[in-house]
């Protein structure tokens, strides 16, 4: 029996450092997972992690535009993201004579370096748990209306206290697990962020819309900034007196490269999940949420792919919208499929079934129910909601009747004009008159088909805008009202739901959602097997882009460079991605991915397809995330952009 037990321990651990880890923890609370990760091949400690008292990981890692995140590579404040994080960025640089987004950019001495107003980065100072703080003063015999209000003041009293505008310290309080705890982080801001480099788009946005959320992936997607700061090390609006930054701590780079089962953690800051809520919310973003707004988003990229086809400058007009369209579309359609396949609605029913019996007798009975009637009043309104973002508050044409700085720059009409006939039916069609403003309903009687009323509109502005207008104050004075309200119904049924769901598990260990701030994920690498009979391995290398490159396909149209280089010989094995089982999200977008030394083998920018749905639910068989290799960066900085020179400012483990 001893035997037995011994060899399925052995068999486990082994077994273990193999399966992908759910879970998207916090930093200030590492210690209660290093354990396990260290068990997995970590060589860290909690304090090598995240730390208050002395410089740690953490300092190494901003969170980037306010939607990417961005890590240190040198003590001269250099900074590595995605090539799809800096885009707007190079592109605002780029011009007919100095196409940068095509060329790629690389400055060759710090003087060449291009500043961008409005860019910020910002480093966790720290974070702590402010739930008594913030609960002060409650009493039980509170409205919820009186305790939202003590909450807010709360809250408000705390961020001020931390709130230092000379030293950049912004702050701010997060409900965690529905309110259940918060969080105060306090951030130190830095406003002068420089690009020093970025590879020529074939390369930075190789496989393009195409091999987007795939695998195999061959993306270079990667771009470099640098931080500046006063001279007292403070941050401070542009100046060309500015000198880099110092940071407390920067990644060292490991050449030595990953294999299949080896350990690594993702450190960056994932921007939303809902992994604790009701089958019903799951239910409404696969069966109606979902397919609903991508049919409505297949429309829209036909309309514009037709007129970017046939004439170039509307192609760059309108490449970075069909991007941003393209993105969410693809995205949905994989966790559609990825939670009809897992049969995640099904799983919760049953969750949820075995949460009501143990809730009889406690203050959580009934809660399943409750939230299943919310849900019931919730749908419409938020589907209606939802509608309204996808087709009517798409039109360029309504937008820029109110809106100031409408960027005519890149409008093109037949494709806002056809646009609004299928925008306008399909929301015509699928809402109930009672969704809809009298002046739409008017307009529509009187125009008598959606030709005529677009051709009106088209023609006069003063139709354009008030349209438009009925259509907003529809929304802020309606619509937005009515979700708030039911949200916050939700959330309230939510808070003890959570709390339910831990006393009902207790041996269960608990994330709380993402929320744009530092967490910490790991797993190892791994390929998949998205199918019945295919497997995929989990590194890809630069014969695969010599395989895919095609000059007549423009996702695929690689450098001439990169194509002498490879027929010159010696790189067929040049590692370019790779796959692995960290539990990542939208915000992770540049990521550091690290090994067991915490030094740095990646850059995170993807997940794969078929893994999607793990915002709402993660499957360890099929969810991966996908990085740029490390050495493909330095390979690139080397032979396509020669500014192997800022190899000098970094820190080599190998
Ligand atoms: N799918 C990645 C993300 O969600 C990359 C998006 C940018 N690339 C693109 N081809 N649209 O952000
Ligand atoms: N590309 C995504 C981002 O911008 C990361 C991919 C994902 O959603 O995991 O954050």
């Given at each position: 029996m001893k035997r037995i037990l011994l060899i399925a321990a052995v068999l486990f651990a082994a077994w273990q450092p193999m399966m992908a880890d759910e879970g998207m923890w916090l930093p200030s609370l590492i210690s209660q997972r290093i354990a396990d990760m260290q068990a997995k091949g970590l060589k860290l400690s909690a304090e090598d992690l995240y730390s208050v008292n002395h410089s740690s990981l953490k300092d190494a890692i901003v969170l980037f535009g306010g939607g990417c995140t961005g890590e240190l590579v040198s003590d001269e404040g250099l900074l590595f993201t995605n090539h799809h994080c800096g885009y707007s960025y190079i592109q605002r640089h780029?011009?007919?004579?100095?196409?940068y987004l095509k060329d790629g950019f690389w400055a060759m001495n710090r003087a060449q370096e291009l500043p961008n107003p409005g860019l910020t980065v910002r480093f966790l100072v720290k974070m702590e748990d402010v739930t008594a703080a913030v609960l002060k003063g409650d009493k039980p015999k509170f409205t919820q209306e009186q305790r939202d209000v003590l909450i807010k003041k709360n809250i408000e009293a705390l961020r001020k206290q931390e709130t230092n505008p000379a030293k950049g310290l912004v702050a701010q309080v997060n409900a965690l697990y529905y309110g259940n705890q918060y969080f105060l982080y306090v951030f130190q801001e830095f406003r002068d962020v420089r690009l020093v480099g970025a590879p020529p788009s074939s390369i930075?946005?190789?496989?393009?819309?195409?091999?987007?959320?795939?695998?195999?992936r061959h993306t270079g997607d990667f771009s470099i900034f640098r931080i500046y700061a006063d001279k007292d090390g403070n941050p401070a609006d542009y100046s060309p007196e500015n000198v880099p930054y110092h940071p407390k701590k920067s990644f060292t780079v490991s050449r030595k490269g990953v294999n299949e089962g080896d350990f690594t953690f993702v450190y960056g800051c994932p921007g939303s999940t809902q992994?604790?809520?009701h089958s019903e919310a799951v239910r409404y973003v696969q069966d109606i949420s979902d397919p609903e707004k991508i049919a409505l988003r297949t429309t829209r990229l036909e309309i514009m792919k037709k007129y970017m086809d046939r004439d170039q400058a509307v192609r760059i007009q309108y490449s970075s919208k069909y991007a941003s369209v393209a993105n969410a579309w693809k995205k949905w359609q994989g966790e559609e499929k990825g939670l009809r396949k897992n049969k995640i609605v099904q799983a919760k029913q049953a969750y949820e079934k075995r949460f009501a019996d143990w809730a009889v007798g406690t203050r959580y009975e009934g809660l399943t129910d409750r939230l299943a009637q919310l849900y019931a009043a919730w749908e419409p309104v938020y589907r209606a909601y939802e509608y309204y973002n996808e087709t009517v508050r798409t039109l360029e044409r309504l937008n820029m009747a109110t809106s100031r700085n409408f960027n005519f720059k890149d409008y093109y009409e037949p494709i806002d004009s056809e646009m609004f006939v299928a925008m306008m039916t399909a929301f015509d069609n699928a809402l109930?008159?009672?969704?809809?403003p009298a002046l739409f309903l008017q307009k529509r009687a009187q125009y008598g088909s959606m030709e005529n009323w677009r051709d009106a509109v088209f023609a006069d502005s003063l139709e354009a805008r008030e349209l438009a207008r009925s259509l907003t104050d529809f929304v802020n004075q309606n619509l937005a009202p009515q979700v708030s309200a039911l949200n916050q119904s939700i959330n309230l049924l939510y808070k003890d739901y959570m709390q339910g769901q831990m006393e009902f598990e207790p041996e269960k260990a608990f994330y709380p959602d993402a929320n744009l701030t530092l967490r910490i994920a790991y797993g190892s690498v791994a390929g998949y097997s998205p199918s019945d009979a295919v497997y995929y391995r989990p590194v890809s290398t630069l014969k695969g882009i010599i395989e895919k490159d095609n000059p007549d396909i423009f996702d695929y149209n690689i450098p001439q460079v990169l194509r002498d280089i490879y027929a010159a010989?010696?790189?067929?094995?040049?590692p370019v991605c790779f796959l692995a089982t960290n539990h990542t999200t939208g915000g992770n977008s540049g990521s550091p991915v690290l090994n067991a030394e915490g030094q740095l083998v990646g850059i995170n920018f993807d997940r794969v397809w078929e893994g999607t749905m793990s915002d709402l639910a993660f499957d360890p068989e099929i969810c991966r995330n996908i990085s740029l290799d490390i050495r493909y960066l330095l390979f690139t900085i080397k032979?396509?952009?020669?500014?192997?020179?800022?190899?000098?400012e970094m820190h080599f483990a190998d």
């Open positions: 780029s011009s007919v004579e100095h196409d930075g946005k190789f496989g393009g819309e195409t091999d987007n959320w795939m695998w195999p992994e604790y809520v109930d008159d009672s969704y809809k010989g010696g790189h067929e094995n040049q032979e396509i952009g020669h500014a192997d020179y800022l190899f000098d």
